[in-house]
């Protein structure tokens, strides 16, 4: 069975936000004051488990736990071992998170045991002063022991980190050279005007072909064809063992190559990261409707599936999107 929308894109990756909160504030994230949803409106272990159960039936193969950060979760692992049982019962491939890495000193090797293999790590910068600048009071300390547990766990690392404007500029070539060091994948994100933070995006904003053309003065790079399906583009250079990505969504729109659609915590099926289009699953999974209507409700929503985010950032362009990121988890 595949998930087909009406461009003609395969759609077989599920983003789940398990939370809206989160135990930092990035800047470029979150504001400071932020109202969180109501623990009551989160949808259940078992209904997300039934709801993921109807993607993979449909052709999904790959889910990542977002967030918010997912670890915050009350009895994440238990949600953990339910998906990652469904690796050997069904046609999931893989199940996978993205965490800020706070709280992986706890949680590595359940995470490992529950049958995550590969997660991805956000970090901007390897300066504990600026560690807590971009997080409001995060401890890099906490972060990097995470890693290390992490590493021991035989998980396999990506690092996310997010170029910013007179923040880690200076730091491009020294975050990949402890990466390379670390054995960990690094893929740089252009930050998203995903609605208003207490600073003004054009201030944050780099494209990343100045980035890509900086470092590869240095490191040569060379296209790899690692098809993740996403909008990373991967590299390689002969001086580095590691692979590097960059995902530009403001100067280099990837959307005719989308497979992926998100749940947020409360059951909406946004069908892009940067449009308002959603359907709603909260009630059909608390009423009494059979799988074939909630499969349904999938398919349809598929075709309202946008061709493609209108992400702009300018001085004096508000964000269209009223959504932060940490409803739908980047
Ligand atoms: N809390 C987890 C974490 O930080 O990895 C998961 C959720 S977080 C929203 C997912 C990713 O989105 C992180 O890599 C974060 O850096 C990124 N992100 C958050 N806001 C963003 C923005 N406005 N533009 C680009 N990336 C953003
Ligand atoms: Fe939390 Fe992740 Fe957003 Fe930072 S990026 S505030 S860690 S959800």
């Known amino acids: 069975m595949s998930l087909i929308d009406s461009y003609n894109r395969k759609i077989s990756y599920l983003r789940l936000s398990v939370t809206d909160r989160c135990d930092l504030r990035c800047l470029y994230c979150m504001k400071e004051k932020m109202n ?74 359940k995470i490992k045991k529950s049958g995550i293999n590969r997660i991805n790590i956000s970090l901007d910068t390897l300066n504990k002063k600026k560690y807590k600048e971009i997080t409001r009071f995060g401890l890099l300390d ?4 995470g890693i290390k547990i992490a590493k021991k766990n035989d998980l396999e690392i990506k690092i996310n980190t997010v170029a910013l404007k007179n923040f880690n500029d200076d730091e491009f070539e020294k975050i990949l050279l402890w990466c390379n060091k670390n054995k960990l994948d690094l893929t740089f994100i252009e930050v998203m005007p995903m609605n208003e933070t207490d600073s003004h995006r054009y201030l944050q904003f780099i494209p990343l072909d100045n980035l890509y053309e900086n470092l590869n003065k240095k490191f040569n790079f060379f296209k790899i064809d690692k098809n993740t399906g996403g909008p990373s583009k991967y590299y390689k250079s002969e001086k580095l063992d590691i692979n590097i990505g960059f995902i530009t969504p403001l100067t280099n729109n990837f959307c005719a190559n989308c497979n992926r659609v998100r749940i947020t915590s409360t059951g909406r099926l946004y069908l892009c990261l940067g449009q308002n289009e959603y ?6 999974l608390r009423n009494d409707f059979t799988d074939s209507y909630i499969k349904e409700k999938i398919l349809f929503a598929l075709n309202i599936k946008p061709k493609e985010h209108n992400f702009i950032i300018e001085k004096n362009v508000k964000p269209y999107m009223q959504r932060f990121m940490n409803v739908t988890g980047g």
Do not use: H, M, W
């Open 142 to 145: 906490k972060v990097l022991e």
């Open 279 to 284: 359907v709603d699953f909260r009630d059909i």
């Open 36 to 109: 969180f949803l109501p623990k009551k409106d989160l949808l259940s272990f078992e209904e997300i488990s039934r709801l993921c159960d109807n993607f993979i039936d449909l052709g999904v193969n790959k889910i990542r736990l977002t967030g918010g950060e997912p670890l915050v979760r009350k009895n994440i692992i238990d949600l953990i071992q339910l998906l990652g049982s469904k690796i050997d019962n069904s046609s999931l491939k893989e199940l996978t998170i993205t965490t800020n890495g706070t709280l992986l000193s706890k949680y590595a090797e």
